[in-house]
């Protein structure tokens, strides 16, 4: 195998390597997974060749490599950790961008294998250094594995395919395709939430996407990564809420309002992750096929100076990238298990970010109304203005304080209308799961109890919601202030059939009606 390095160029190392794996099984050898061995060797003699100095082009340098790559307790291991390096240098790099789904299927006994194969290379050669590269070889073949020195395998064993079962998370993912196409997913979130159409498509296509990279990750799918914008109440926490009840992955809602660039100041970015490990019961594959809701993101992004002068959110903002595209995070765990830390792999997890954003209307509307900059920035009435998906660019979000690297992984934008006084006379009445069926349900369930509420009260609760400027946050607060006493006292009361909320009662000014 030394000679690999005498070959000229990636053509020639590739044939040579493949060459030398079909003498190995004519000679009794075997491997369960030939192109999973082919593609960690042509990735590993890759490395060497092009990071590495050329002192450490030497058979050496991969046994000990071969070594690091072991997996201990299913943590990912060194090896790993360099070639993710390896392609941050080089990303431009074939075999180190493919090195990740490498690192994914590779096993310790696939490694076993390759340490047998080069231990029969090694007995074939009667070179000065075979004895000494023999030996690297058992120190290597333990240093991470504590177990004795094997010789070379030559017995059948078991398929790939029959080593590893599939997760049984991925039968629910195939279920749900089965029975949930995106305009599926809509209708199901239309039964709870009124209006915001434009967002609940955006949704739907994109929890459909990410079923789908789940289930054929060998088609490299693109991950739809989502930005809600919207003012409070508006509906972008319901979305999520209701999406998780159906959806065959863990889903988890993480206020982003406290989190800090320094964690030893405050919360840090890695307990989103930590909550969906926690979510998922601890099953590392279950939590990387994850959905992770960022909420009141928008409170990372005003730029917040040091006395110095440096910038915390640009720090904070830069953490998050790696996170959102897809890398390795070390998650602290906050739990008695031993072990103080996991590594997660992000690259399939879907990032929801959601927030008001306030100010950023105006920065979009100078682009669109009259007068707006821009060679054909279009003409509207600044008073009818309103703002949508369409309008929101990249630009104005880096103007708003986002760095363009983070606007950059978040690929879809979409953008939540304020309710006005109609729909959220609607929202109190019509849904499936209304705030006030909520509570019809529980005089009905407890105490046989109709409760009616006269379109006089219904306005009334409307106009008081409106005027607390919190979305349709503000209707269960303001209902439960209006069934206060009837919720105390109609459990004890004896005979009581209906419930009647009169204008006057739902203005506090006098007592429900009891029938």
Not at 11 to 39: H, K, W
Not at 414 to 443: A, F, G, N
Request: aromatic share 8%.
């Amino acid at each position: 195998m030394n000679k690999v390095f005498i070959c000229k160029n990636d053509a020639e190392t590739a044939f040579y390597i493949e060459r030398r794996m079909a003498e190995y099984q004519d000679c009794g050898g075997n491997f369960t997974s030939p192109g999973l061995v082919y593609d960690y060797l042509r990735i590993l003699i890759h490395y060497i060749t092009v990071v590495r100095p050329f002192a450490e082009h030497n058979l050496d340098s991969i046994l000990k490599l071969m070594g690091a790559s072991y997996k201990e307790k299913g943590f990912r291991t060194p090896f790993w950790a360099i070639i993710r390096d390896a392609y941050n240098a080089h990303p431009n790099d074939e075999l180190f961008y493919k090195a990740r789904n490498v690192e994914r299927e590779i096993t310790n006994e696939d490694l076993d294998e390759i340490f047998s194969f080069m231990e029969y290379e090694l007995l074939q050669d009667s070179g000065d250094m075979t004895e000494s590269y023999l030996g690297t070889l058992a120190v290597c073949r333990v240093k991470y594995q504590q177990s004795k020195v094997r010789n070379i395998h030559m017995k059948e064993r078991p398929r790939a395919e029959e080593k590893r079962e599939a997760p049984l998370f991925l039968k629910d993912c195939e279920r749900f395709v089965e029975q949930y196409t995106p305009e599926k997913i809509k209708a199901y979130l239309d039964r709870f939430i009124l209006g915001q159409d434009e967002s609940k498509e955006v949704l739907s296509t994109a929890v459909y996407n990410h079923m789908l990279r789940i289930l054929h990750p060998e088609e490299k799918l693109l991950k739809t990564n989502v930005l809600m914008v919207g003012p409070s109440g508006c509906g972008k926490t319901e979305i999520i809420r209701r999406l998780s009840e159906i959806l065959p992955v863990p889903v988890v809602i993480t206020d982003f309002s406290g989190i800090v660039a320094t964690p030893w100041k405050g919360r840090n970015k890695e307990e989103s992750l930590l909550n969906l490990y926690i979510k998922a019961g601890k099953d590392p594959e279950l939590t990387e096929c994850g959905i992770v809701f960022c909420d009141e993101f928008d409170k990372i992004i005003p730029a917040k100076l040091y006395s110095r002068g440096g910038d915390i959110n640009q720090e904070l903002q830069g953490q998050l990238l790696g996170m959102f595209e897809g890398t390795d995070v070390d998650v602290p765990l906050a739990d008695k298990s031993g072990a103080d830390s996991i590594i997660m792999d992000t690259t399939n997890i879907l990032f929801v970010c959601a927030g008001a954003f306030e100010g950023l209307e105006r920065i979009v509307k100078k682009d669109y109304v009259k007068g707006g900059i821009g060679f054909g920035s279009e003409v509207e009435k600044d008073e009818s203005f309103e703002m949508t998906g369409m309008h929101l660019k990249t630009e104005h979000l880096m103007e708003y304080g986002m760095k363009p690297e983070l606007a950059g992984r978040l690929s879809t934008v979409t953008v939540l209308r304020k309710l006005d006084r109609e729909m959220m006379k609607r929202v109190l009445t019509e849904p499936e799961d209304s705030i006030l069926s909520r509570y019809e349900r529980e005089l009905m369930i407890d105490d046989g109890v109709r409760l009616t509420l006269t379109d006089g009260a219904l306005d009334v609760i409307t106009d008081r919601v409106m005027d607390m400027s919190i979305g349709a946050r503000g209707l269960n607060s303001v209902v439960r202030e209006i069934l206060a006493d009837v919720l105390f006292e109609v459990p004890s009361m004896t005979g009581v059939k209906e419930v009647l909320i009169t204008e006057g009662a739902a203005r506090l000014e006098e007592k429900a009606t009891y029938l």
